[in-house]
């Protein structure tokens, strides 16, 4: 079974642009989680989605949003860019959206704000 | 334990040892831990996990042991080979309903020939 996906690997933009990622759960998967990744802070969540609705939220701007498509596909939208927002962007999918169930992440979008 | 930013704690062994990286957690209503494991450029790999009603819980040369009196995770590694050379993550599922994740700052695991 193919794992999670995620496009594209690497990005590169300036201040003040706009960015859309992109993840592909794994086959069957209906649970698609976003982290941000950063030396500073670790991993942090930002949201989850689950049936294209969005289950919980994570602490940041309005500027980072998201959305799921019926085939359980997910994209992640990020406005109006700063530096702070270079990171390694993840994409993690589960079979359900309850507790405890195992998440398991794509290799990540290099996002680097210049 | 756990460091901040850039530092991460580094735990260095020679190949054929028993590994030991430790983890605090922070909530006491978390009931699920999955320890993950993170090679340069790639994205968290999923290694072990346990469930709050388990104090240990064994896998193919992993252990992880759970002690919820003092809210500490330990993930033991036997027989430690090069390619366990990684950042290792605790991770606990604090949110009732939910399956978000809640990080540890990671520990880098460097294995010597």
């Known amino acids: 079974k193919a794992g999670v996906t995620q496009t594209p690997r690497y990005l590169i933009k300036t201040r003040g642009q706009q960015v859309t990622l992109s993840c592909s759960p794994i086959?069957?998967?209906?649970?698609v989680s976003w982290y941000q990744q950063t030396p500073g802070q670790g991993l942090q969540f930002l949201f989850e989605?689950?049936?294209?609705?969005?289950?919980n939220k994570g602490n940041f701007p309005g500027r980072f949003s998201g959305r799921q498509f019926s085939n359980s596909r997910s994209e992640m939208n990020v406005s109006t860019l700063e530096l702070g927002d270079s990171a390694l962007y993840l994409c993690a999918s589960s079979g359900t959206s309850g507790r405890g169930d195992t998440q398991y992440f794509g290799p990540g979008t290099r996002l680097t704000v210049l | 334990g756990e460091s901040v930013g850039l530092h991460l704690p580094t735990l260095s062994v020679q190949e054929g040892d028993n590994s030991i990286i430790n983890c605090a957690y922070s909530?006491?209503?978390?009931?699920?831990f999955i320890w993950y494991k993170q090679e340069s450029g790639k994205g968290p790999q999923f290694i072990i996990d346990?469930?709050?009603?388990?104090d240990k819980r064994q896998g193919q040369r992993v252990t992880v042991l759970l002690n919820k009196t003092v809210k500490h995770l330990s993930l033991q590694i036997a027989a430690t080979q090069p390619g366990d050379s990684a950042v290792y993550f605790c991770?606990?599922?604090?949110?009732?309903?939910?399956?978000?994740?809640?990080f540890g700052k990671g520990t880098m695991l460097l294995v010597s020939p």
């Open positions: 991770a606990e599922n604090p949110y009732s309903g939910y399956s978000t994740l809640t």
């Open positions: 346990i469930r709050s009603n388990m």
């Open positions: 909530n006491s209503a978390s009931d699920y």
């Open positions: 989605y689950f049936s294209e609705t969005q289950r």
């Open positions: 086959s069957g998967h209906r649970s």
